[in-house]
C-alpha cells in the first residue's frame, strides 16, 4: 500500500516561495505519475503539475509561470515550489499519485497559509 | 470557478436514490473518462468511482457512475450517515492537457 506524507511550512509571507515536500513508502517513485493538487478554503480541487520519474512534466497554465516541480528517487521524495505567492494561494496542498485524473493514493494535506 | 459544474449540495433519507451530477464539455467529459471521489470531513479526497462507472476495491455497491455525453452521474442508492461527505467529479482535459475537477457536491444524509 502506497503512503504519501506532506511536509513543509505552514505559514508563507506575501512574494516569498512556498516549499513542500512529498515522501513516498511502500512503493517506489520509480513507478506513477505524481502530482500536486490544492483545495482553497471551501473550494473544489485545482490541479497543479504533475511529474514521471523520468522527467515528463506538465503545469496547469494558471499557475505554470510560477511552479517548479523535482523528483528525488535516492529519497524516494518528489517537491514543490510555488513562487511569488499571495493569499490566494492559501490552500490545502496535497499530494498524490496518479495520471489523467485518476489519483489513487493521496497525502492527508497541507493547509499553507500566505499572510505576513 | 471550477471547470467542471456540480450542485453545491445534494441530500436524501436512507431510503431514496440520491444523484450528483457533473456537467463538463467537449474537452472533458466528452472525450474522457470520469473519476468521482469521496472527502468526508477534515480528510483527503478518495477515489470513489474511476473509468465513469468502475468501483475500486472497498467501495460499496450502493455507489455507481454514469456517463453521457458531456455530463456524468454518481447515485448513491440509500445512503448512509457515514457518506455525508464531499463529492467531487474529475476528467481530463485535452485543451487544459491536464485533469480538471468539479466543485464539490455536500451530501446531507436525513
Known amino acids: 500500500q502506497v503512503q504519501l506524507q506532506e511536509s513543509g511550512p505552514g505559514l508563507v509571507k506575501p512574494s516569498e516561495t512556498l516549499s513542500l515536500t512529498c515522501t513516498v513508502s511502500?512503493?517506489?517513485?520509480?513507478?506513477?505519475?505524481w502530482s500536486w493538487i490544492r483545495q482553497p478554503p471551501g473550494k473544489g480541487l485545482e490541479w497543479i503539475r504533475y511529474?514521471?520519474?523520468?522527467?515528463?512534466?506538465n503545469s496547469n497554465p494558471s499557475l505554470k509561470s510560477r511552479v517548479s516541480m523535482s523528483i528525488d528517487t535516492s529519497k524516494n521524495q518528489f517537491s514543490l515550489k510555488l513562487s511569488s505567492v499571495t493569499a490566494a494561494d492559501t490552500a490545502v496542498y496535497y499530494c498524490?499519485?496518479?495520471?489523467?485524473?485518476?489519483?489513487?493514493?493521496w497525502g492527508q494535506g497541507v493547509l499553507v497559509t500566505v499572510s505576513s | 470557478q471550477s471547470v467542471l459544474t456540480q450542485p453545491p449540495s445534494a441530500s436524501g433519507t436512507p431510503g431514496q436514490r440520491v444523484t450528483i451530477s457533473c456537467s463538463g464539455s467537449?474537452?472533458?467529459?466528452?472525450?474522457?473518462?470520469v473519476n468521482w471521489y469521496q472527502q468526508l470531513p477534515g480528510t483527503a479526497p478518495k477515489l470513489l468511482i474511476y473509468?465513469?462507472?468502475q468501483r475500486p476495491s472497498g467501495v460499496p455497491d450502493r455507489f455507481s457512475g454514469s456517463k453521457s455525453g458531456t455530463s456524468a452521474s454518481l447515485a448513491i442508492s440509500g445512503p448512509q450517515s457515514e457518506d455525508e461527505a464531499d463529492y467531487s467529479c474529475?476528467?481530463?482535459?485535452?485543451?487544459?492537457?491536464?485533469?480538471?475537477f468539479g466543485g464539490g457536491t455536500k451530501l446531507t444524509v436525513l
Open positions: 467537449g474537452s472533458n467529459i466528452g472525450s474522457n473518462s
Open positions: 474529475a476528467a481530463w482535459d485535452d485543451s487544459l492537457n491536464g485533469p480538471v
Open positions: 473509468s465513469n462507472n
Open positions: 511502500g512503493g517506489s517513485i520509480n513507478s506513477y505519475y
Open positions: 511529474m514521471y520519474y523520468t522527467g515528463t512534466t
Open positions: 498524490a499519485s496518479g495520471y489523467d485524473s485518476l489519483f489513487q493514493y
